[in-house]
């Protein structure tokens, strides 16, 4: 009999051990960041409200209809399928929760229809493999809005509030395995290294909440969040100052990447400055006065090389949680080119996807808000037609697709050296090739699909 338990004994271990090592949780958070790539985000969606007030605090009156409060399409399994088809292996998804989504505000009490709703969402990713990023967003600024506080009292309560929140959620999803990330805040609103402080305490505040729930929440990647998520204060404020973990090689750190302001946000000229409807090396237009003077790829690589010495090369990888630019519409201004402009956003998105491949230990989130109108030179941040199914950003998405080709797009085709010189090609280990021409003979990358030099 005493063989007989040791033999079920054993059994159960190594059971134990193959679901301990299926469920994927022993990964460290650098391995899942690096397969995370390239990331979207479900934008204007899950963190929307349909009540601006600031009586949507700590009340249920967002409802469900909050979803399609600032975009018209309610989110669907079918989207999803046709977001991972485009070659994303990753959705962030924005998220409000005290914004208009608490039944009992002296428990605050996340409503349970919503709290449903998000789950559903965030199946809809699992079910494809899709990792997901899930957060608690700028939520009505309850918190992102007053890290600067220092009242003391002001800091605890802020504590007990996100520690309630963040225990409703991780007990939800305690069950799901690594494609699961949380992200504690989204944009929290320091400047300075005494906001960076307080800072620091609620991102200890979030990691514990999720520790202490167990489960598999134990050994989840969590992502904390960077100074305004802006990577020099970051790097200057911060490295050094990750939060205390049980487990090891579990945190990451958030910044985003909306750079430089008058390339991807600015709507019109100011005195002080010109919009760039041009950006990167061989996009600028002879003659205009909006090509970008400063912000391209050598100030690009600068700013991810800091997040690389400061935090990826001591264990923490970067999430960029936010990426993009507007794709505008320059067909009434007759001294303008509409060709370079398309040409510059296709680099700006192919730029930083082939630099966070190269550094590794960083997933660019493309931010995107379903919207689908460039009101002329005001431009938009869209890339998949959500109600259509179908790209609308179509020169962002291709330069994304320069890194990381859309699937099923491997077919072979052969072209002519003169054909071959093209700056979106890679060799097949993903060294982009514009500097090394002309290509020898060989099977390459270009467009998102294999090619041969003849």
């Not at 159960?12 to 391995?31: E, I, K, M, N, P």
């Not at 998220?95 to 965030?122: L, P, Q």
């Not at 002001?154 to 305690?174: M, P, S, V």
């Not at 960077?226 to 970051?234: E, K, L, R, V």
Request: negative net charge; charged residues 20%.
């Amino acid at each position: 009999m005493k063989y007989l338990k040791h033999f079920l004994a054993t059994c159960l271990l190594t059971l134990s051990t193959a679901a301990t090592v299926q469920d994927g949780l022993d990964r460290s958070a650098t391995d899942i960041i690096n397969d995370m790539s390239p990331g979207w985000n479900l934008g204007n969606t899950l963190e929307a409200t349909t009540n601006w007030t600031g009586g949507a605090l700590w009340n249920n009156k967002g409802g469900l209809a909050a979803e399609t409060g600032w975009q018209g399409t309610k989110t669907t399994p079918q989207i999803i399928q046709y977001v991972k088809s485009l070659g994303f292996r990753s959705v962030r998804i924005p998220c409000a929760w005290a914004f208009g989504h608490i039944s009992n505000a002296a428990t605050y009490e996340i409503d349970a229809a919503w709290m449903a709703r998000v789950k559903e969402i965030v199946d809809y990713c699992i079910n494809e493999g899709l990792y997901v990023v899930l957060n608690d967003h700028w939520d009505g600024g309850w918190l992102e809005e007053h890290i600067k506080d220092s009242n003391p009292d002001a800091i605890a309560r802020n504590k007990q509030i996100l520690k309630a929140l963040w225990t409703q959620i991780a007990n939800t999803f305690i069950n799901y395995d690594e494609h699961l990330l949380f992200a504690g805040l989204n944009e929290p609103n320091a400047d300075n290294q005494a906001a960076t402080n307080n800072l620091i305490q609620y991102n200890q505040t979030f990691v514990d909440a999720v520790r202490e729930t167990g489960g598999n929440n134990a050994r989840r990647v969590l992502v904390v969040q960077g100074p305004s998520t802006n990577i020099d204060h970051t790097c200057n404020f911060m490295s050094g100052k990750m939060p205390t973990d049980v487990v090891p090689g579990k945190l990451a750190v958030e910044v985003h990447y909306y750079n430089p302001w008058q390339f991807w946000g600015m709507e019109k000229d100011e005195s002080w400055g010109k919009v760039f409807y041009y950006w990167g090396n061989g996009n600028h237009h002879s003659g205009s006065t909006h090509n970008a003077t400063w912000g391209e790829e050598d100030d690009m690589m600068s700013q991810l090389k800091k997040m690389k010495e400061h935090f990826v090369d001591k264990g923490y990888p970067v999430v960029i949680g936010e990426f993009g630019a507007n794709w505008r519409d320059l067909s009434g201004l007759a001294s303008e080119s509409q060709e370079k402009h398309n040409a510059s956003i296709r680099a700006h998105y192919r730029e930083l996807h082939r630099m966070c491949k190269e550094l590794g230990g960083m997933v660019p989130m493309t931010w995107d808000i379903n919207h689908t109108s460039q009101e002329g030179t005001k431009g938009t941040m869209t890339i998949v037609d959500r109600k259509n199914l179908s790209v609308y950003g179509i020169y962002a998405m291709q330069g994304i697709n320069d890194v990381f080709p859309r699937p099923g797009t491997d077919a072979i085709a052969p072209v002519k050296q003169s054909q071959a010189d093209n700056p979106a090609t890679y060799n097949l280990q993903g060294m982009y090739m514009a500097d090394h021409q002309p290509l020898k003979k060989g099977i390459y990358i270009r467009g998102g699909q294999k090619v041969v030099v003849e």
